[in-house]
């Protein structure tokens, strides 16, 4: 089993940025597809970005393409979530994943363990 744990969370002017990280403990975090996922208030979760186990591939939602950066270093077992040019719709509470599948996937129902959020938080 793996566990996870966010950081990097915070309030942030639009336009600005943050950088999320994600550190694994109990398994070598290179076994596991990663994604993170973010959950906006009465809204369902939703998919944002996922990365192969060796770094490439990588997948974004169309919301957040050229502004996120997904990444890995499997030296370090953190993924990591660079967020630029924020805007207020970016608002959420923002989950990492680790999946056992053998290619990516943006469905959370595929992804077998899960960190317990970082809120991130946008004002306009």
């Known amino acids: 089993q793996v566990q996870l744990v966010e950081s990097g969370g915070g309030l942030v002017q639009a336009g600005g940025s943050l950088r999320l990280s994600c550190v694994a403990s109990?398994?070598?975090?290179?076994?596991?597809?990663m994604g993170w996922f973010r959950q906006a208030p009465g809204k369902e979760r939703e998919f944002v970005a996922t990365?192969?186990?060796?770094?490439?591939?990588?997948y974004y939602a169309d919301s957040v393409k050229g502004r996120f950066t997904i990444s890995r270093d499997n030296a370090k077992n953190t993924v990591y979530l660079q967020m630029n040019s924020l805007k207020s719709e970016d608002t959420g509470v923002y989950y990492c994943?680790?999946?056992?599948?053998?290619?990516?996937?943006?469905?959370?129902?595929?992804?077998?363990?899960w960190g317990q959020g970082t809120q991130v938080t946008v004002s306009s």
């Open positions: 994943a680790a999946s056992f599948r053998g290619s990516e996937s943006l469905l959370p129902h595929e992804y077998a363990y």
């Open positions: 109990g398994r070598t975090l290179s076994n596991y597809i």
């Open positions: 990365i192969n186990r060796g770094g490439a591939p990588t």
